[in-house]
């Protein structure tokens, strides 16, 4: 992961490139979604320090998608950023049909 992108629009094809496994993929789906529908009941209940299981309930999903499907090092290390909007993206690439997974 040498490379640095100047944009999101550079990063999004390499990230894609580090998701080939369907079963990584699928992992990063459902922590995604598990993601968003915490945010959502955080905000409708008012238990705030549920915002601080976010983390960990996306991550343990997409992570171990990567160390034991993958077999690569995820994007998050070296490029947060992107690499947070990219599972956004991708979880909507799948949701719309644009990604099999």
Partial sequence: MSEQF?????????????????????????????????????????????FLTLPVIGYSFAWTGHFFFEKNRPATFTYFRYSLLADFVMFKDILVGNIRS
């Fill in 6 to 50: 100047q944009s999101f629009e550079e990063f999004y094809p390499f990230y894609l490139s580090q998701h080939q496994n369907r079963t990584c993929k699928r992992l990063h789906f459902v922590g995604t979604l598990l993601v968003i529908l915490t945010a959502v009941f955080t905000v409708w209940s008012q238990k705030w320090w549920f």
